[in-house]
């Protein structure tokens, strides 16, 4: 089912055929002088796929405050229908990853059916644990998993093991935890006995697990705690994830690090340790910003990709990344965003499938330093606009995606369609 008309994507594309073949034939030769195969580099981007995060597609907000847009999407039915319009012009968005109970239906099996039929399946689904709902029994003021109170962990528990059951319906094979539990004062918690309850809950998440399921850890060093969090870096998480077993991996935020962190670095250790569950693919110049991806460091993002490249390349053991955007768009429209997100995310992966890994090998083996930093920086500065351009178009996508969206008049649809939010308090969604 095609929400923009086919006809418009068609005649925009062949708008620009005549300069796409020319420029690829020409990223072609460029490629080629680098004993780069371009066909070879092409097939393999267009199966590389990264996951829409179905809070993303509404606008965020801060504490502060959060200024609804045009055309809001007020359910999941509506979060589908954008995300089935990302990618259709984008085409590498081909599954969402949903949060409970934000994505709450009634009827899972109709929810997967109107995905399908948009072309779109579900990636892993999210818990929350880390804000109280309407009726809710207990509050998870002071922690979920790890709360002092057997009663709040136990309700914590029944919510996880409830998603695991509507992700089942819905076709997924992850969970993905993220708990805010931490503390706001030096000596308000007990760190070990926190870190402990936290694993006896997990435990009974872990034990409820489909078959071929797996468990994604997700860290973060602060926020909504500000003084510690039970799961507060890699080391937390690998620690709970190898205590949990081998269904238990842990999930990279980019934002859940401290500043300059070297995210590329711990990236590395968790593959080697067969733990990288995967990523939230969003940028941060400050703390858990929620930036586009790669809007303020590019360069990061793609040092990310030259490892993760480097171990699909050396074909690592266990190696099964799930990609999976994670933004916040304030100021921005969701949908142009998360399109041009996408978009950075697969061009920072085709760049690092330039990379002459045998080159960098020699190189690093030499210790030759100025060379090896230099063959990253050859593919860094590469661009791969006319191959990404082909592939969508080859997919059936826009080459250029916003122009599309922005000429459909969608955005101005939805919101006739759809009744105006007010600017409310603040909150993430
Ligand atoms: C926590 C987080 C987590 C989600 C939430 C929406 O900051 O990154 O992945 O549950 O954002
Ligand atoms: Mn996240």
């Given at each position: 089912m095609s929400i923009i008309e086919s006809a418009a994507i068609e005649a925009h594309n062949e708008g620009l055929a005549r300069y796409i073949r020319n420029d690829y034939e020409h990223l072609g030769e460029q490629l080629a002088r680098r004993n780069i195969d371009i066909e070879r580099v092409r097939e393999r981007v267009a199966r590389f796929g990264v996951a829409i995060p179905s809070w993303g597609v509404g606008t965020g907000g801060t504490r502060f405050a959060r200024f609804p847009g045009p055309g809001e999407p007020r359910d999941v039915w509506d979060k589908l229908q954008d995300c089935a319009v990302i990618h259709q012009l984008g085409r590498t968005t081909p599954t969402v990853s949903l949060h409970l109970p934000w994505d709450t239906c009634n009827d899972w099996r109709e929810l997967r059916q109107k995905a399908a039929d948009c072309g779109l399946a579900f990636d892993a689904v999210n818990s929350n644990s880390f804000s109280d709902q309407p009726g809710q029994r207990h509050s998870y003021k002071f922690g979920s998993l790890s709360h002092t109170?057997?009663?709040?962990?136990?309700?914590?528990?029944?919510?996880?093991?409830?998603?695991?059951?509507?992700?089942?319906?819905?076709?997924?094979?992850?969970?993905?935890?993220?708990?805010?539990?931490?503390?706001?004062?030096?000596?308000?918690?007990?760190?070990?006995?926190?870190?402990?309850?936290?694993?006896?809950?997990?435990?009974?998440?872990?034990?409820?697990?489909?078959?071929?399921?797996?468990?994604?850890?997700e860290h973060k060093i602060?926020?909504?705690?500000?003084?510690?969090?039970?799961?507060?870096?890699?080391?937390?998480?690998?620690?709970?994830?190898?205590?949990?077993?081998?269904?238990?991996?842990?999930?990279?935020?980019?934002?859940?690090?401290?500043?300059?962190?070297?995210?590329?670095?711990?990236?590395?250790?968790?593959?080697?340790?067969?733990?990288?569950?995967?990523?939230?693919?969003?940028?941060?110049?400050?703390?858990?910003?929620?930036?586009?991806?790669?809007?303020?460091?590019?360069?990061?993002?793609?040092?990310?990709?030259?490892?993760?490249?480097?171990?699909?390349?050396?074909?690592?053991?266990?190696?099964?990344?799930?990609?999976?955007?994670?933004?916040?768009?304030?100021?921005?429209?969701?949908?142009?965003?998360?399109?041009?997100?996408a978009a950075q995310v697969q061009r920072s992966f085709a760049q690092a499938l330039l990379v002459d890994r045998e080159a960098l090998d020699a190189a690093q083996q030499a210790n030759d330093a100025l060379a090896a930093t230099q063959l990253l920086k050859d593919a860094f500065q590469t661009d791969v606009t006319p191959l990404l351009q082909r592939v969508r178009v080859d997919a059936g996508g826009a080459a250029d995606p916003i122009a599309v969206y922005r000429a459909s008049g969608y955005r101005q649809r939805a919101a006739q369609e759809r009744p105006a939010r007010s600017a409310g308090g603040g909150g993430i969604v």
């Open positions: 109170d057997a009663a709040v962990r136990e309700q914590a528990v029944e919510h996880n093991l409830a998603v695991i059951e509507a992700g089942r319906e819905l076709g997924s094979t992850a969970l993905t935890v993220w708990v805010g539990d931490g503390s706001n004062f030096p000596g308000q918690q007990h760190f070990r006995r926190a870190f402990d309850r936290y694993l006896d809950s997990t435990r009974r998440i872990y034990a409820a697990l489909p078959e071929g399921w797996r468990m994604f850890l602060c926020e909504p705690a500000f003084y510690a969090t039970v799961i507060q870096d890699w080391g937390s998480s690998f620690l709970a994830a190898s205590v949990l077993g081998e269904k238990a991996q842990c999930l990279v935020d980019l934002g859940h690090h401290a500043p300059n962190v070297n995210i590329e670095l711990i990236v590395a250790r968790l593959i080697a340790a067969g733990k990288l569950a995967g990523f939230h693919f969003n940028d941060s110049k400050y703390g858990d910003d929620d930036l586009d991806a790669g809007s303020v460091s590019p360069y990061r993002l793609f040092l990310v990709f030259n490892e993760l490249v480097a171990a699909e390349h050396e074909r690592v053991a266990g190696f099964d990344p799930a990609y999976m955007l994670d933004q916040s768009h304030n100021v921005t429209d969701p949908i142009e965003s998360l399109i041009s997100s």
